[in-house]
């Protein structure tokens, strides 16, 4: 493992991508590592990862992570939880990474809009804006639909606006009313 000491989860994040890139497992950066490639960095104390992954592949990835040498906490969603399932990496230096296995609503399409950067030499691939935006505003906290504009004022150029607006609808009206006020302030 790459970590050192506590502070370094993208040093975790890339070698669970590792584990998951070896395993074909369709995967994008999603939460303050992606608003970061996006353009804004904000601190963080873990890394958030969006998985194409039922909650049995998610226990078969928990036992490889295990044999990996991370610590694996495997949890899994009841009916209203909008994170059917998530897998909780971390290691001796208290960093952390949380792959969550899918989420309700979700565009399946979004691993495809995702996009890859490069970070200490590995690929990464990063959610891409519109999808960020949407995910945001259906978390729907103060400090989420900061990073939902922040994403949003730093596009390199025009997003569209109909495909932000259909995958937000995805997650359900509040997201929708959410997304309509991040448009207004911005």
Partial sequence: ?????????????LDAAEVLVRE????????????????????????????????KRLMTLRDLFEAAGFN?????????????????????HANQVELLGGLKGLDLQVFQRGFDISFHEQPLRIVGREDFIA?????????????AIAAYQLAPGPLDLDL???????????????????????
């Fill in 164 to 186: 932000l607006r259909m995958i937000t609808r995805r997650f359900g009206r509040d997201a929708a009313d959410k997304l309509e006020q991040v448009l207004a302030s911005v």
């Fill in 72 to 92: 694996v906490t495997l949890r899994q969603g009841d009916a209203e939880d909008p994170i059917p399932s998530l897998l909780i990496l971390s290691d001796e």
């Fill in 24 to 55: 074909r497992v369709e995967y994008v950066v999603i939460g303050a590592f992606a608003l970061a490639a996006l353009g804004k960095v904000r601190g963080t104390t873990d890394a958030d990862v969006l998985l194409s992954a039922t909650h």
């Fill in 1 to 13: 493992m790459r970590a050192q000491r506590a502070g370094q989860s993208a040093l975790l994040l």
């Fill in 135 to 147: 995910m945001k505003c259906f978390a729907g906290g103060p400090q989420d639909l900061l990073d």
